[in-house]
């Protein structure tokens, strides 16, 4: 029987599980990373009049003054980065895409540095943070060495084989306007403007003020390795005031984060005629099928599940599990869970950190106590956890939930599960298809064949077997991205590079005329058409 809400309220509250990840000694703080100097070299050259600041999840404490740029100062941005892009595109390359592999080994070299931004800006454990150094490094190398192929002159069969020589040319799109999301700070957007980068573009981007630090790191370590500073404009500032404003200038436009602002972003561009691509929210579901290796499956679920406290777009926030192995696999998970170290130290160590901002732990408060309320069964979790942190969360798993719950279908953005139990695995597919999301699904089975079969069946833009997102995520060389209601384009391989791109289609005519000639008059140059067509076809030409 559901308990109503009132009667909820009188249940004792859960009471905390997760152990706490002991500081090392010595471990640094905010004040010995974020010093006045780092602070003055990372924004120099930043355009902006007035101030704003961000703060560390962990505390709460100001982390940084930063510059903000008002709307006639995005413009300006824009008008720089357009002034240099022309010469930057003249640059040949190969000479573009080795600015990117002296960025990949800068990265590696200074990882401590940016470990130590992501953290205090996220919140996040620094294993995760590492995630993004990862990533960051995997597309650096992938286009630092690919973009000379994916952005070389490409010979076609004319109209008129040997007499028609047709090149496909790609040219830069301009000034690409980047709106980076504060989840991760590092991986989504640098790690976005790579291929833009490589391909001739400039950049004008406006990362969360929040995570403003980061990116702003990159961008000094991009500079170094010999991007010319003009080509990376990074403009702070409220979301509705310069988001708008990077729309409106930009000749292309590439957005990560939420559904409901991704529309906005997209009718902006659809306005000017400009491209966009989008990655957006994600509902994404895990099934463990019946032949499943549970213990394996449960170390996965922790993973997929409550990496960087679950905000990430890519994280399962949906468990489909068949009955035959629901309750071996809940405890094992739950175990699991319930181990989890948390932690706000900037050191190895903890295996999950903070929420990254109120508004985040709002909404995992709202979706787990409404989901309790009307029933639903806390396996683990269920509380905020003060004594580390005013954003600190347990990692949660629900059992029980149904459809009127909020974390039934709404995207919770937390360290936040929900199990279900399926006897059908057709059931199974079609209650994880049932969301308007489709960004990333996972698949767990012994039978490689019987994975890759339910994968091909699932409506999301990536899908990975007997693992969570990672795998999928780090092939540079494939696209990633999500269907339905979860963006538009691609990330990675040649559709991440080539969407930064406009075809460009050069035809050279020789020795005969596209019209009649050589004494034919019209319905001479019809028949010797007609025959050359049929030939065309004959000869198998595409």
């Not at 991009?222 to 991007?227: C, D, F, R």
């Not at 160590?349 to 409404?370: I, K, N, P, Y």
Request: hydrophobic content about 45%.
């Amino acid at each position: 029987m559901t308990d109503s809400p009132a009667t909820a309220l009188l249940r004792p509250a859960p009471q905390p599980t997760n152990p706490v990840a002991p500081a090392p000694a010595g471990a640094r703080t905010a004040a010995d990373v974020v010093t006045p100097d780092l602070v003055a070299r990372l924004t120099r050259g930043v355009i902006g009049s007035g101030r704003t600041a961000n703060h560390t999840p962990f505390t709460g404490a100001k982390l940084a003054d930063l510059p903000e740029a008002t709307p006639a100062e995005v413009a300006e941005a824009f008008a720089r980065a357009r002034t240099a892009q022309a010469a930057w595109a003249a640059v040949p390359v190969r000479r573009r895409a080795a600015v990117l592999l002296r960025f990949h080994d800068l990265v590696l070299a200074r990882q401590a540095e940016v470990l130590d931004l992501i953290q205090l800006e996220t919140g996040k454990a620094r294993l995760h943070a590492h995630e993004e150094v990862q990533a960051v490094a995997v597309a650096a190398r992938h286009y630092g060495r690919k973009a000379p192929a994916y952005l070389r002159p490409r010979s076609h069969t004319g109209a008129m084989p040997t007499l028609t020589k047709v090149t496909e040319l790609r040219q830069p799109r301009g000034v690409v306007g980047q709106i980076a999301p504060w989840n991760y700070p590092l991986e989504l957007s640098v790690g976005d403007a790579l291929p833009a980068f490589a391909s001739g573009n400039a950049v004008v981007m406006k990362p969360d003020t929040e995570t403003a630090l980061t990116a702003l790191w990159a961008r000094d370590v991009l500079v170094e390795a010999g991007l010319p500073p003009e080509i990376f404009q990074v403009v702070l500032g409220e979301g509705p005031v310069v988001g708008p404003e990077v729309v409106r200038h930009a000749d292309y436009v590439s957005f990560t984060g939420s559904t409901r602002t991704g529309r906005e972003v997209a009718q902006g561009a659809a306005a000017r005629l400009v491209g966009v691509s989008l990655e957006l929210g994600g509902k994404n579901a895990m099934l463990v099928l019946h032949d499943a290796d549970v213990e394996k499956a449960a170390a996965g679920a922790v993973r997929a599940c409550f990496s960087s406290a679950g905000q990430l777009c890519i994280s399962i926030e949906r468990l489909y599990v068949h009955a035959s192995i629901a309750d071996e696999f809940l405890a094992r998970f739950a175990a699991r869970t319930k181990a989890m170290r948390l932690g706000s130290s900037l050191a190895y160590g903890a295996d999950m950190g903070s929420l990254v901002g109120e508004r985040q732990l709002e909404t995992v408060r709202r979706h787990v106590d409404e989901a309790v309320a009307k029933g639903a069964t806390l396996v683990a979790g269920g509380t905020a956890r003060p004594d580390i942190g005013p954003l600190f969360y347990e990692p949660t798993i629900l059992d029980g939930v149904e459809a009127p719950m909020a974390v039934c279908g709404e995207e919770t953005f937390g360290p936040v599960v929900s199990v279900y139990r399926f006897t059908d695995e057709d059931e199974a597919v079609a209650q994880a298809n049932a969301t308007p999301y489709g960004l990333n699904s996972s698949v767990w089975t012994k039978d490689a064949r019987r994975g890759r079969a339910v994968a091909a069946r699932l409506r999301t833009g990536t899908v990975n077997i007997n693992e969570g997102y990672a795998p999928a995520y780090g092939s540079v060389r494939a696209p990633m991205g999500g269907m339905k209601d979860s963006g538009l384009g691609r990330r990675h391989g040649s559709e991440g590079i080539l969407k930064y791109t406009e075809a460009q289609t050069v035809a050279h005519q020789r020795l005969l005329p596209m019209a009649p000639s050589l004494g034919m008059d019209d319905e001479a140059y019809a028949a010797f058409m007609t025959r050359s067509l049929r030939l065309m076809k004959a000869l198998r030409l595409r």
